[in-house]
């Protein structure tokens, strides 16, 4: 029986489940403790630091021959804004790390760093893009010339023209507003030297040891050879672990500068201030429509706060540009002028966060179907029907070709589950009783597995996208697949070894899949991007299929039988049409302790090595939120979500079922709950858990999945991406869903996360005051 | 001072300001439970004290001389899951793991004290701790789960 397709449970579960699994800050013991000082100021000038005498306390001026992050971007309109690993001169967010100390435990090590004394001398702080766009606006970056850090635009399929001949244009202006990935386990990193060899281990949480190891190497100006990473389990990331941390660049030059093992493990205000932040984009959005209700045109400017530093690799170009190249999502039109900005500012730098964009973006797309929907007095179903792509391959205005996908099935299958009609005849039932119901719909494409095709026109000079996986059957007949992706929670060791074990015919028990260590696997990108499944599970797939044609050859000799006569199953090596057949053990034993009784020439041992570097898959699916209002409080309570999802082949239907659900409730978070919150002068209001809000049990509904399955030929797996999917869709279904349900006071929501007290806002604005 | 955990008596050193968390992990050796936020929203820490679910980051330890401590450590016995814990790995409760300890401590405290719960009730229960990553459907699940076959 097939692996693949199994609802198997998790490989990785057992040593989860017992306490046994190590996280960072379970490595910690022996090490110094570090902690940093950091600016209480959202922008000033460095006067003076005083450090208490004799104390290990280290500012920029220590860190001799270290070099500045400065992620690189090929475009004319890119300013890189190099960043010191601790402050040089002045600060540019709260939270900057300004120097570091080291005591011998955490406690000692934060009562040093309130010991030291840093002279400020405030300047005026940019906050928001809205005050970094304005003329007045004192520069962040005075090299820039101007706050805008990064911009593009495309201007396609003479848009003035085509919006002439339209009969209704609709303009929206929608935000999103900042958040947090706010992972349970925060960053965190111990630096271990070896005494003997003088090489340093560095044990991070990260989500890409590979290239943090080429990152801090650069930094600091030493070969790669001296440098391991580790990534041990780790506790969340969702994009927050994907770039470059100046603090753990630290940790490796202070475990080198002391050759000393040094700890760091920030505290959740830490994680709030000084970790990567997300979205925060503002989108001004014009739509045009023929009489048809057929999206003709749409124009738009995209801005993106990207905050006061462009991370390392993916630098701040990431959210503006993929916004613009995105923002048509799954739906047929052709003229398309979008302008996007990346706007820097002095608050925490940003990091792609799950979905990246395109919550964002996908909001502005199905707030515009419903407003058009309204408009032309047709229902959210129709109106999708009427506009969205149903001819594969599609080329979208801003030049992406979408695979084969199921976006009108999806929307049907949708609107057949939650039975539009009968709704809205409960809906009518309810006003009547001052209730207020509201259902919301959203399909999008979720553009998944991308390769370096994908990656390339950004123009990084650093561009991700391909997967090395390197696999070996020992004598033992034992297969070891050593893979570049570096997953934390989504359940790679299971799913690569069901993919492995189908194609030799072995148990799962017989595979072991090593990750997240530079020194035992092949350079590789890391987990994000929704892409370890296709890039990293093909992969495998094709060295499994490599390895299979080494251990058939084997069996050719031993069996004497023709290669294509060779089956494996049930761990061993059959004869096709014969009882002839040899232990899988045996002939891994024999392919390296008996060489001599195999074929002249025959290269010893089993092993074999594929890159897979995919032009990417789009993912689709349709969510539909229904949601009770209460219009005294402005609470919205979920009734009911359902996720129509096409990801392809489903691999292991359980991890599937758990990525789904897991997105949506983040998407959830971005809809109606989570906000990091900066005053006007830039200090953060929300540094604990009581003021910035992930959902808890209590506020999510029961989550309905239903699966579509479209065989693509861009995944050698057949399987699509699908860990943003969930994240992406889900704030556009509510937020149209509490629209619908406050239509009768003319309320429509534009901005998340729809607060309470956003939410009475607009219906106080509405109703003067009367409701 | 002394502090019994799992059945078993540790002797520790610590400063009247440690918390019960850092003990556990540091002096004890137990580090199954983790830190997320360490000021009592997050539940990662959560462990039982004489039967009830507390946050290990809000004690000190030199509170919990001659209480019973429970960790996520002592839940497995001889090699065999708990009921809880094998609730969650059938149903996948846990995705990067690292609340799993917290959800389990929390469960394990709150179905001693109710038997029965299931539901709205569960799922306020469990509206204690933070999940991430798996969108608390297959935690409420495994609970449901686990409780029934606790009873049974």
Not at chain 1, 4 to 22: N, Q, S
Not at chain 1, 331 to 359: E, L
Not at chain 1, 723 to 740: C, H, K, M, Q
Not at chain 2, 58 to 78: D, Y
């Amino acid at each position: 029986m097939s692996l693949v397709g199994t609802p198997i449970r998790r490989r990785e579960d057992p040593d989860l489940l017992t306490g046994r699994k190590r996280f960072i800050a379970d490595l910690t013991a022996g090490c110094g403790a570090v902690a940093f000082v950091r600016s209480p100021m959202a922008a000033a000038r460095i006067v003076g630091i005083e450090r208490p005498e004799g104390s290990s306390v280290f500012i920029a001026e220590d860190l001799i021959g270290v070099g500045s992050i400065e992620p690189i971007l090929h475009r004319p309109d890119y300013f890189r804004a190099p960043q010191p690993v601790l402050a040089v001169d002045r600060v540019t967010y709260l939270g900057e790390p300004i120097a570091v100390v080291v005591a011998a435990t955490r406690r000692e090590a934060e009562d040093l760093a309130e010991a030291v004394y840093v002279d400020l001398d405030p300047q005026e702080p940019v906050v928001t893009s809205a005050a970094a766009l304005a003329d007045t606006s004192r520069i962040v970056h005075p090299g820039a010339g101007s706050n805008v850090v990064v911009s593009g635009v495309i201007d396609t399929g003479d848009v003035d023209a085509i919006s002439k001949s339209a009969v209704e244009h609709i303009e929206l202006e929608l935000a999103s507003a900042r958040q947090s990935a706010a992972p349970i386990e925060t960053r965190g990193a111990v630096a271990r030297v070896d005494e003997e060899s003088g090489k340093t281990t560095l044990y991070a949480s990260t989500q890409m040891p590979h290239v943090l190891r080429t990152a801090i190497c650069d930094l600091l100006r030493i070969p790669e050879a001296d440098l391991r990473v580790i990534a041990p389990a780790v506790g969340g990331a969702f994009g927050q672990k994907m770039c470059l941390p100046a603090e753990y660049a630290v940790l490796v030059w202070l475990a080198r500068h002391l050759r000393r093992s040094v700890a760091w493990v920030e505290d959740r205000r830490e994680n709030f201030t000084s970790s990567f932040h997300s979205r925060d984009h503002q989108y001004r959005i014009r739509g045009s429509f023929d009489a048809e209700a057929r999206l003709l045109a749409l124009e738009g400017d995209l801005v993106a706060n990207v905050g006061a530093y462009s991370c390392y690799p993916v630098t701040w170009g990431v959210e503006p540009l993929m916004a613009m190249s995105e923002l048509p999502g799954p739906y047929d039109f052709q003229s398309y002028r979008v302008r996007a900005r990346g706007v820097s500012t002095n608050t925490c730098p940003m990091s792609p966060y799950r979905g990246v964009s395109r919550p964002v973006l996908t909001l502005a797309m199905e707030r515009l179907m419903d407003v058009a929907a309204a408009r032309f007095g047709l229902d959210p179903v129709e109106i999708r029907r009427r506009n969205l792509i149903s001819r594969f391959p599609y080329r979208s205005a801003t030049g992406i070709v979408y695979d084969e996908g199921s976006y009108l099935a999806s929307l049907e299958k949708a609107a057949e589950v939650v039975d539009l009609d009968s709704f809205r005849r409960r809906q009518a039932e309810a006003r009547k009783q001052g209730r207020f119901l509201g259902i919301g719909f959203s399909v999008f494409s979720e553009r998944t597995g991308y390769g370096t095709p994908a990656f390339a026109p950004r123009n990084m000079e650093v561009t991700p996208g391909y997967e090395t996986v390197e696999m070996a059957m020992d004598p033992s007949g034992g297969v070891e697949v050593r893979i570049g992706a570096s997953p934390h929670g989504q359940g790679l060791v299971t799913t690569l070894s069901q993919v492995v074990a189908d194609e030799l015919g072995l148990p799962m028990e017989s595979v072991r899949v090593v990750h997240g260590d530079t020194d035992r696997t092949p350079y590789g990108w890391g987990t994000f991007a929704s892409r370890s499944m296709v890039v990293s599970g093909g992969a495998t797939k094709m060295a499994a299929v490599r390895l299979r044609e080494g251990i058939v050859a084997v069996a050719g000799d031993m069996l004497e039988a023709a290669p294509e006569d060779v089956v494996l199953a049930g761990g061993r090596a059959l004869v096709r049409g014969t009882d002839r057949g040899v232990d899988i053990a045996d002939l891994a034993r024999t392919a390296y302790h008996q060489t001599p009784k195999l074929a002249p020439g025959r290269e010893p041992g089993l092993r074999a090595t594929a890159s897979y570097d995919p032009a990417g898959t789009f993912s689709n699916a349709c969510h539909v939120a229904v949601v009770e209002v209460d219009i005294e409080t402005g609470g919205v309570r979920l009734d009911r979500f359902v996720v129509v999802e096409d990801a392809g082949l489903l691999i292991n239907p359980l991890i599937v079922d758990g990525q789904i659900a897991g997105g949506v409730v983040q998407g959830i978070a971005n809809a109606l709950y989570e906000e990091v919150v900066y005053d006007e002068e830039g200090n953060i209001l929300t540094t604990t858990l009581f003021d910035y809000l992930p959902p808890t049990a209590a506020e999510i509904p029961p989550i309905e999945i239903h699966h579509l399955e479209t065989i693509t030929e861009a995944s050698v797996t057949g399987a699509k991406g699908l860990g943003e999917g969930g994240t992406i869709g889900a704030p556009a279904a509510v937020i149209n869903a509490v629209s619908d349900a406050l239509e009768p006071l003319g309320v429509q929501v534009m901005e998340m996360p729809a607060t309470p007290e956003r939410i009475r806002r607009l219906i106080r604005e509405k109703t003067k005051g009367t409701t | 001072m002394k502090l019994n955990v799992n059945g078993v008596d540790y002797s520790v050193e610590v400063e009247p300001r440690k918390t019960l968390a850092d003990t556990l992990r540091e002096d004890c050796g137990l580090t199954g439970t983790h830190l997320g936020c360490e000021h009592g929203v997050c539940g990662a820490c959560t462990i039982v004290m004489d039967g009830s679910p507390v946050r290990s980051c809000l004690l000190f330890a030199v509170q919990c001389e001659g209480a019973a401590i429970e960790t996520v450590e002592g839940l497995a016995r001889g090699g065999e899951l708990h009921p809880l814990q094998q609730a969650f790995w059938d149903h996948h409760g846990l995705q990067c793991g690292f609340c799993t300890p917290g959800f389990l401590m929390l469960a394990k405290g709150a179905l001693a004290e109710n038997p029965d719960l299931t539901g709205d009730a569960l799922r306020e229960v469990l509206s204690s701790n933070l999940c991430r990553c798996t969108g608390y459907q297959n935690i409420v699940r495994a609970v449901e789960d686990a409780a029934a076959r606790m009873r049974s």
